[in-house]
């Protein structure tokens, strides 16, 4: 399965958000994650929205995790982010077409998206900030690698 790009950076997003542990705004987090300012911003307002950032007003406002890193489960994220169903579509055309009546076909799709976002709900953005096994360097190189533009290797695509 392919995740699209707002899911990646909307990853990003939080990773930096949880690496800081402080309040930031979007063109700091546009420079750190090398995503575009109108970007970050519409996607800190999906991620307001979805209850993993909090906004505050004013001169000093600004943006920051709406709870720890470990209440944040990949698999919301992925809800928030990705399409919540798989369908075979009947490729453009308006009327009923025959792969409709073949209803394994759509369940198949959602059982397996299902388990995907089942295995993605076992794993929170804490575990994303977690160095590798093995791995010399301390845990923000892993951090850093990920929020300057390099996705989760495996698992999402730009």
Known sequence: MRLTKQTSQALRILLHCARLGRQT???????????????????????????????????????????????????DVVRLTEATSVEADCFGETIDCSIRPLSPVNRIFSQALGAFTEVLDQHTLEDLMV????????????????????????????
């Open 131 to 158: 160095r590798n096994p093995g791995h010399s360097g301390d845990a923000g190189d892993e951090i850093d690698r990920l929020t300057m533009g390099v996705d989760i290797p495996g698992m999402l695509s730009t």
């Open 25 to 75: 705004n979007a063109g700091e987090i546009a420079r750190a994650t090398l995503i575009t300012e109108h970007n970050v911003a519409k996607l800190v307002a999906l991620l307001v929205q979805g209850g993993f950032l909090k906004t505050m007003r004013g001169r000093t406002g600004g943006v920051r995790l709406a709870c720890t890193p470990a209440e944040i489960h990949l698999g």
